[in-house]
């Protein structure tokens, strides 16, 4: 039975978390005129009920943590209005005490365009990525060159994750050993701004638990924002394969990325599927 501190704890969190989500929506993101000098960054609170529908007074007391209960539909209107990813969509619902959402159906981060825009990149493999490094979306091209994606359950597509203990990852990774080490100190560099989140929290602790590498990795408390512009894969198939990287970003308070891999030479593109 959950505790009256607990639900405090709880409303809290879920407060903070829409206020955070809030700030990094930009007006023109959302079709609204900029007029105007704002003293916040992001929406005002009053916008985003106006977007989703509900009462500025109603919404206003769920981001100060009261007790009041939302409706699946009210959330999943948050949620589409603050751009939620599936696994904040998921933890948005976890937090209001809400049953567990259809979120991959549901979440509207990735638009129409961008998924699109992938696949008209084919067959260059494409995958976009929260800060977290969940994979949110990913082309053909993505799939042939790391394997069956669409098997990997939703709760575990995160490349991290994969990298550290999915075998096959690793083998396709020509350059894992020298790579992890930078990807685990991005990834500390990127909790800086969510060091009290639970869903970070809890994807800390299950690295901890199932990778040691990881785990002395995360003890040095390295840390590295620069992103790796150049990988080596191994395909089972086609052999060695080289690509550089392009990123793109989701505005400027996005922490959501779009990665495309470019073949580095002629003989990686060569290889590469004609048809899928």
């Known amino acids: 039975m959950t505790t009256a501190v607990e639900e405090r704890v709880r409303r809290n969190e879920l407060a ?18 900029t007029a105007g000098r704002r003293r916040t960054p992001g929406l005002r609170r009053e916008e985003v009920a106006q977007l989703a529908g509900v009462g500025v007074t109603w919404y206003t007391w769920l981001e100060q943590g009261r007790d009041i209960n939302a409706s699946e539909q009210v959330l999943a209107a948050i949620s589409r209005t603050l751009k939620l990813d599936p696994y904040e969509h998921k933890h948005l619902f ?7 959402p259809s979120y991959e159906k549901e979440c509207n981060s990735i638009s129409r365009p961008v998924l699109t825009m992938m696949e008209k990149l084919e067959p260059y493999p494409v995958a976009v990525r929260n800060a977290r490094c969940d994979l949110l979306a990913y082309n053909r091209g993505y799939t042939w060159l790391m394997g069956d994606v669409d098997s990997i359950p939703f709760e575990d597509r995160n490349t991290l994750v994969q990298c550290l ?3 096959e990852w690793k083998a396709r990774m020509l350059d894992w050993d020298s790579n992890i080490p930078r990807v685990v100190a991005k990834f500390r560099a990127s909790m800086a701004e969510h060091v009290a989140e639970p869903a970070w929290k809890s994807l800390v602790k299950r690295l901890k638990a199932e990778s040691p590498l990881f785990e ?8 590295n924002a620069e992103p790796i512009l150049c990988k080596r894969y191994l395909h089972p198939e086609v052999g060695l394969l080289k690509f550089t990287f392009t990123y793109l970003y989701f ?5 959501i990325t779009l990665s495309a891999y470019t073949p580095a030479d002629e003989e990686t593109a060569a290889k590469l599927p004609t048809s899928f």
């Open 16 to 33: 903070a978390f829409l206020r955070s989500r809030r700030a990094r929506i930009t007006p023109e993101q959302v079709g609204l005129p």
């Open 94 to 100: 976890t937090l209001a005490g809400a049953p567990e």
């Open 216 to 223: 002395e990795l995360w003890t040095r408390h390295d840390v």
């Open 165 to 167: 203990t999915n075998p």
């Open 251 to 255: 505005g400027r308070n996005s922490e």
